[in-house]
């Protein structure tokens, strides 16, 4: 293997798990008591990577609709510089990581503790967040400062803003199954995808100038996850009667 395919191929993988590895083995650790099986920790973090190629087929898919039978949506998700085409972001991805992980494990017996929908999705998260970190590098070769630089604004960043957004959707799915309220899921959404998409604006409309702003919030909401995560683990009850 020469250096340059190394480069090319493996380099932007290894750079890009760094900082999720870390995230990874600390919410893994929140599950001490009883951890996931490894086999079930890889399903939940390949089907986050399937879930970015899923989301790009949707949005090519809804881009092309729109083009044709939508022109005033079109020319929203077109600019892809305001808030109607960030929500509309939002939605596909927390929905499709969502998608994933409750059509392949809603009904698996690893699935029994309260906070076992928190740790799969917070794990697909992290397996989405593997892929824009590899095409984030990937486009930044030439040295090695600025995808170190970029590593770290992700790490603190969009690698964080998934988690917790992901997280916080299965805390209330969590919450949904142990009380068959579906409006519990909804309330999840809503919550997570308007993070999502307030992040997004303010990132990419005031670039430098929100990085006070988006930091306060990011840490905000990864205080309320952990917080979320102490709640549920005052919960004892067992899935396999409820799912």
């Not at 939605?91 to 998608?99: R, S």
């Not at 409750?102 to 690893?110: A, H, M, P, V």
């Not at 999840?188 to 988006?214: D, K, P, Q, R």
Request: aromatic residues 18%; glycine residues 4%.
């Amino acid at each position: 293997m020469s250096f340059e395919i190394f480069k090319v191929y493996f380099l932007p993988f290894i750079l890009g798990m760094v900082p999720l590895t870390i995230w990874l083995l600390f919410f893994l650790f929140r599950d001490w008591k009883k951890p996931e099986p490894s086999k079930m920790i890889l399903h939940a973090f390949l089907m986050g990577v399937l879930a970015t190629v899923i989301v790009l087929l949707v949005q090519h898919f809804i881009a092309q609709f729109a083009q044709i039978n939508l022109p005033t949506i079109y020319s929203v998700i077109k600019n892809h510089d305001n808030f109607y085409a960030f929500l509309l972001v939002a939605v596909v991805e927390e929905t499709i990581k969502f998608a994933v992980i409750y059509l392949t494990l809603r009904k698996n017996k690893c699935l029994d503790e309260a906070i076992d929908p928190m740790i799969y999705m917070i794990v697909a998260a992290i397996g989405f967040s593997a892929v824009e970190n590899y095409f984030s590098i990937f486009r930044q070769l030439n040295t090695i400062i600025i995808p170190m630089q970029t590593l770290t604004a992700r790490f603190l960043g969009a690698n964080l803003l998934h988690i917790i957004c992901s997280g916080v959707i299965g805390f209330f799915w969590s919450m949904q199954i142990k009380s068959k309220k579906h409006y519990l899921l909804l309330i999840g959404f809503i919550l997570s995808i308007l993070f999502h998409t307030l992040f997004n604006t303010l990132i990419f409309t005031y670039g430098i100038f929100a990085v006070l702003i988006l930091f306060i919030g990011i840490f905000a909401g990864a205080s309320i996850l952990l917080w979320l995560f102490d709640v549920i683990e005052d919960f004892h009850f067992n899935f396999k009667k409820t799912i």
